[in-house]
């Protein structure tokens, strides 16, 4: 059979689609990948999907894959890379008509600590204390396409099972499921505000009670240790962040959408892993592959957004002629483009566009492109687990600068500085870096924040640069709150 596609009149948005299904019965880990207003050709469609047939997540070399209905969950030890490639190769669609979404996926995050798997050697040292899976992806047969660019909106059906056959009768209910959430109109209240223009945050953002798993001192102790690194010759540059962890009384889906209006982002994100949630507004595309074609746009370089238009060109021309952030962004573009050269034709990379200035909400970055055409049979899957995790947010060179990371950096990173997206089964596949990126569970949310370190870095500015970073997480818990604390963990209560 065909995977059924049908264009449906709808007035939901994404954010409403999801509100209804969170409020339908059956809707299991819902994943909404969400497009802002951004002149970008990869912002385009947004992605709501639900109920996978088969879920992977995995905790070191334990992997749980389960089969739903059900459902049945089996254990089963060894590289979650080759476990996970192996069942991509049971769901691809390759004979499929040629579109520029997905007929169906992995969704999920893929975090910063699968490194172990990618790169054997490297230590691990660093205490998961939130308990994460270092991955969890759904392989969803069905999901609804909003393009933002004709305003139109697509069912996409495949009657894919979890032993790879497909069903007409699978198709038709999933098609029917879809239809039935959006019939109805979206109630006022179950849409998101989202800002359609990029504009400066208020010079005051109040702020609930934060803690750091790092305190000032510490990281700028942190960044300094780095930088004798760097001296030394063993990294020209690395990636340090530090944590934020408050109390949240909402929920991860409205928290989501307190962020996602604070700090709008091309590659915003809502993951629904039951326990707990992922929340992401990243500016940063890791990659972008359509059947051969691969796409990075590594992001260095920044500079905080500020409410007077003068005080924000200059800030933007600050940036522009740094020679330190050039020098870094430099850097890191040619890692990513060798690393593209490990797995594209011979002579197909090209960097069209470098030091290009983007704008967002609370800051202002350097970002390039690069591209290549990948070599033939080479699977998206394999491309993503060779180039990760991404250049811009490890370091160069990135074997030393991620045990230079895992040393100083006290707990792990879980799913920040991994990659949030989907891999299609018609190789259509879309990953963000997973930075802005929120962890909710148990009432409380943690947010990563880092900067870029090099020899002539400000160990305070980067430790600056990290609060800059997280205004946008920081206003996200201000909203409707009065509380303008803010706490930090002592050196010695971590």
């Not at 208020?202 to 750091?212: D, L, N």
């Not at 370089?301 to 409410?307: K, L, V």
């Not at 952030?325 to 594209?344: P, Q, S, W, Y």
């Not at 989907?422 to 930075?435: P, V």
Request: charged share 20%.
């Amino acid at each position: 059979m065909r995977p059924l596609i049908q264009e449906i009149q709808t007035a939901h948005q994404p954010e409403s689609l999801v509100a209804a299904l969170r409020g339908s019965l059956p809707a299991r880990r819902v994943v909404l990948l969400r497009t802002s207003a951004f002149d970008s050709p990869s912002a385009r469609y947004s992605m709501v999907t639900a109920n996978p047939f088969l879920t992977f997540r995995s905790f070191g070399s334990r992997c749980e894959i389960t089969e739903h209905p059900g459902p049945v969950t089996r254990q089963q030890f060894g590289n979650p890379w080759h476990l996970l490639e192996s069942l991509m190769a049971r769901y691809e669609l390759l004979e499929e008509i040629d579109l520029p979404f997905p007929l169906g996926g992995g969704f999920g995050y893929w975090g910063y600590d699968l490194k172990n798997f990618t790169e054997p050697k490297l230590p691990r040292r660093a205490v998961n204390d939130l308990e994460l899976p270092d991955c969890q992806v759904g392989f969803y047969g069905s999901l609804m396409v909003f393009d933002h660019h004709l305003g139109k909106a697509f069912v996409v059906a495949t009657g894919l099972k979890a032993d790879g056959t497909r069903s007409e009768s699978e198709a038709n209910e999933a098609l029917k499921f879809w239809r039935s959430l959006l019939v109805e109109p979206p109630p006022e209240s179950a849409g998101q505000k989202t800002a359609r223009e990029i504009s400066p945050p208020a010079p005051e953002v109040p702020i609930a009670p934060v803690k750091s798993n790092l305190s000032r001192a510490e990281f700028i102790a942190a960044v300094e240790r780095a930088q004798r690194y760097i001296r030394s010759g063993d990294i020209y540059q690395v990636n340090l962040s530090r944590r934020l962890t408050a109390l949240d009384p909402g929920s991860s889906w409205e928290f989501f959408q307190k962020l996602s209006a604070a700090s709008p982002a091309p590659f915003s994100a809502w993951l629904d892993c039951d326990e707990f949630a992922v929340i992401s507004s990243s500016p940063e595309q890791f990659l972008r592959l359509s059947g051969a074609q691969i796409v990075t746009r590594p992001i260095k370089g920044t500079r905080p957004r500020d409410a007077d238009p003068t005080r924000d060109a200059q800030l933007a021309y600050e940036l522009q002629t740094s020679p330190k952030e050039l020098a870094e962004l430099v850097m890191i573009t040619d890692l990513l483009r060798n690393d593209l050269g490990k797995i594209c034709e011979f002579g197909s990379v090209q960097v069209p566009e470098l030091a290009r200035l983007e704008k967002f909400a609370q800051v202002q970055h350097l970002v390039s492109t690069v591209e290549g055409r990948l070599r033939p049979g080479l699977t998206h899957f394999a491309a993503l687990a060779s180039c990760f995790p991404g250049g811009s947010i490890t370091g160069a060179p990135k074997f030393r600068a991620m045990e230079i990371i895992d040393e100083l950096e006290p707990v792990s990173r879980g799913p920040y500085c991994g990659t949030i997206g989907y891999l299609g089964f018609n190789r259509e596949s879309q990953l963000s870096i997973a930075i802005r990126t929120a962890v909710w569970t148990q009432g409380k949310v943690h947010f990563n924040s880092g900067a870029g370190i090099v020899a002539d870095s400000n160990p305070a500015a980067e430790y600056e640069e990290t609060t800059a970073k997280a205004r946008g997480f920081l206003a996200a818990l201000a909203a409707g709150r009065s509380q303008t604390e803010v706490a930090r963990y002592p050196a010695e209560g971590r």
